[in-house]
């Protein structure tokens, strides 16, 4: 096992555009990162610089503390599964997992124990004979990984390898790779582009945008406390929602939407938004943070419902303030609860407590209370 050091580096390609900029992260020994972003963010092309499948211009890469910045990828002790599957169809399971030990000349016994050892860890052995047009989608991820697992590598670095499955075999994918990684204990390097993925699999999430690093940390710590609004937007369906609003100090600090309409700030961010009296922010709500019920401390006011969502477990509700109709719609996120129809108006409580608050120049979140760490 190894951890994992990107010591400012950057992939520039011809005619100067930029996959990765001084990238700077620490990956610990036998942590699950995900790195998600959107599509060319450069997420891929950091993990395979890993690798040494994309050349380093400027930078080190460390693994064990070792500089591999200039080494071969066989050199580095690295398993690398693909989006696609790429198993040889003439082959059996058996042989599939076992080539690459095969072709590096390991001796027939071990490599039958190390063939073994994974299709019992991914529940392959009974499919040990059958070719891959024989199984599932979820089988044939399975056979990449265990070819990957066979040998015993450092860190296992992970493109994407979700991404080709239905909805219901990711599900089950995801438990089955966060089992693995319990079960195995090493680095994994994990791509992906899906929130849900990142949400539920990772230790750490690292989110990319146009080659950089916009912040790094626990999927719910990241999730409650956003650096930026384009993680806020991004980490989440539906987004975090964003209302223009001004604060007003003078007597007590509040909120000011539109013309009669303003919230007072709630205690908890008194002393950290206190400093932005005066100024043009950008509120930040969580659908799921406006609820139906009253409570203490919540912001009260009418939603002229424009679209329903009815997803069963859930309901996603689009709607206006209906006192202030010039301002964006809003995402509503409540559950069984009867399902209201376009046209209609809904009294609703936003939890200002769990509000966030942006500058609307920068982007960067402006914290509120003590829990909260700027980026």
């Not at 499919?127 to 047009?133: F, M």
């Not at 202030?324 to 409540?334: C, F, H, M, N, Q």
Request: glycine content about 10%.
């Amino acid at each position: 096992m190894a951890g994992i050091t990107l010591d400012r580096v950057s992939r520039i390609y011809a005619g100067g555009a930029v996959g990765v900029h001084e990238i700077g992260l620490d990956i610990a020994d036998g942590e699950f990162l995900v790195l998600l972003g959107p599509s060319g963010c450069g997420k891929s092309t950091t993990l395979r610089m890993i690798a040494g499948l994309e050349e380093v211009m400027a930078g080190r890469i460390l693994i064990g503390g070792r500089d591999v910045t200039d080494l071969r990828p066989r050199d580095r002790n690295l398993a690398v599964v693909f989006q696609s599957y790429a198993l040889y169809p003439t082959m059996t399971v058996r042989a599939n997992i076992g080539f690459g030990l095969k072709m590096r000349g390991m001796p027939t016994a071990e490599i039958a124990r190390r063939v073994d050892d994974a299709a019992g860890l991914l529940g392959l052995t009974p499919y040990l004979d059958r070719k891959p047009a024989a199984l599932s989608g979820g089988q044939r991820q399975r056979v990449a990984l265990g070819r990957a697992i066979v040998r015993e590598p450092e860190a296992f670095l992970l493109d994407e390898p979700l991404s080709n499955l239905d909805a219901q075999l990711r599900a089950e994918m995801r438990t089955e790779l966060v089992r693995l990684h319990q079960s195995l204990g090493r680095t994994i390097v994990h791509v992906t582009h899906d929130q849900v993925e990142a949400m539920t699999m990772g230790d750490r999430i690292c989110i990319l945008r146009a080659g950089r690093i916009e912040q790094v940390g626990p999927p719910l710590e990241v999730y409650a406390n956003p650096a930026n609004m384009f993680v806020a937007r991004f980490l989440a369906s539906p987004p975090m929602n964003f209302l223009p609003a001004r604060l007003e100090g003078g007597g007590s600090l509040a909120l000011s939407l539109a013309p009669g309409l303003s919230w007072p700030v709630p205690a908890v961010h008194v002393s950290g938004w206190g400093g932005a009296a005066g100024r043009s922010a950008v509120l930040g709500l969580r659908p799921e943070d406006i609820h139906l019920a009253p409570a203490p401390g919540r912001a009260a006011f009418d939603l002229e419902v424009t679209a329903v969502e009815a997803l069963g477990p859930e309901t996603i509700i689009t709607g206006r303030i209906a006192s202030a109709p010039g301002l964006p719609t809003l995402k509503v996120r409540i559950g069984r609860a009867p399902v209201p129809r376009p046209g209609e108006r809904l009294a609703v409580h936003a939890d200002l407590d769990r509000a966030r608050l942006f500058d609307p120049e920068t982007e960067r979140a402006i914290p509120g209370s003590a829990r909260e760490v700027a980026a």
